[in-house]
C-alpha cells in the first residue's frame, strides 16, 4: 500500500537549507500515529505548539476523524505491514518531524524498537521503552512483575489447572475474567461465572488467561513523567463512574496523597518515561494496580480540561527544558462526560474534503 498525502494547509519548503536548520525554522512538528478518533488529542497539540511548530496525523483509514484536525495528514498501511516503518520514516524527513507518537498499544512496542532509526534522523519517540511497552502489553508478565515487586494486583493464571486447584482450595471464588493475555481496549473480555464457562471459552479462543475479579472503585490515572529528569510532574487521578467499549465515559476527579506516592513508586521502580495512563482499583482501602498503557488513554481529555496539559510538558522537553513537579495540580470534584460528535466529508475523486466541523449529538 503506498503512502497517500492530504494537504491541510500551506506547506512552507526550502529545500537550501540544512536540516537542523529547517528544523529549527519549521519548529516543533509532531507526528500523531493511529489518530482514529482521537480528536482532542491532536487539537490539544496544536494548541499546546501555538504556532511553534505543525500537527501531521497518520492513520490507516481516510475515514479516521481526528486526521482532519491536523495541519496536514497521511493515509498509511496497516502496522503490519512490510515497511510500514520505512514509511514513516519517510514521513518524518518529509515533514521535519522531531517527534512521533502513537495512540494504539500494539504500535508502541513497534516504534520502541526502532527508536535508533529515528534518532539518526533527529525524531524523539515519545514512548516508554521497548522492554516497558512489551510489559504493558502483556497482561501475565505485568502480573508477575507487579507481584514480584510487592503490589497489590489481581492473581492471573494462563494453566486452567492451576486456577482450578486454588478454586478447590478455596483461594479463589467465582466471578473472574478470561481474557486475552495480550490485548487492549478491554477486547474479548468475558466475565465468567463457573467451570464450564472457562472450559468453553479456552476451547473457542487461544492465548488466554484467567485473572481475579476486582469489586471495587475503578479509577483512572494520567501521568507524565518527564524524558529529561526521568521525575514524575504530573498526576491526574479520576474516579470512574460508567465505563464504555473499554473506556471511560464518565468520572470525577479526586485526589488523594496516598495513592499519588503509589504511583510515583511503581512508575519510577519500573522506569516508564512520558505520558502514561494506569487503571487502578480501590480495594477495601488497598490499591490494587490494573493495567498500564504507555501512552495516551481515552479518558485523557479530562486531566487536560481539569488543567493538567501534558502536551505542554511534551513540547518543553521537546525543548529541552526540564519540567517541574506539579502533582495534582488540579481541582477535585469536576465531572467528565463524553458525548458524540461527528465529522462531515464528501468526496473528490480519490480523497475526501471535510465540509464541517465537529458537531454534537
Known sequence: MAIIHYSVTLKKNNKNLKIMKEINDMGINILILAAGTRNKIVQYFKKALNGEGRVIA??????????????DFYIVPPITENGYIDKIIDICKKEKIR?????????????????RRFKEIGVTVLGSSYELC??????????????????????????????????????????????????????????????????QLFLSESDLMIQEYLDGQEIGADVYIDYLSGEVVSIFTKKKLKMRAGETDKAVSFKDNQLFALIDKFVTEAGFRGQIDIDIFDIDGHYYISEVNPRFGGGYPH??????????????????????????????????????EIKILKEKGDEYECINNSTSR
Open 303 to 340: 486531566a487536560y480540561e481539569s488543567g493538567c496539559d501534558h502536551m505542554k510538558l511534551i513540547v518543553e522537553n521537546l525543548k529541552g527544558n526540564i519540567n517541574l513537579p506539579q502533582i495534582g495540580n488540579y481541582e477535585e470534584g469536576i465531572y467528565m462526560m463524553k458525548y458524540n
Open 134 to 199: 512489551e510489559l504493558s502489553l502483556d497482561k501475565m508478565k505485568m502480573f508477575h512483575w507487579l507481584n514480584s515487586h510487592g503490589y497489590y494486583c489481581a492473581r492471573s493464571w494462563i494453566d486452567k489447572k492451576d486456577f482450578y486447584e486454588c478454586v478447590d482450595y478455596g483461594e479463589i471464588n467465582y466471578p473472574v475474567f478470561v481474557k486475552p493475555y495480550k490485548g487492549s481496549a478491554s477486547i474479548n473480555i468475558s466475565k465468567v461465572f463457573n467451570k464450564d464457562m472457562v472450559e
Open 58 to 71: 497518520a492513520d490507516a483509514s481516510a475515514l479516521g476523524p481526528a486526521i482532519y484536525e491536523a495541519d
Open 99 to 115: 517527534a512521533v507518537l502513537s495512540l494504539i498499544d500494539p504500535e508502541l512496542s513497534l516504534l520502541a524498537a526502532n527508536e
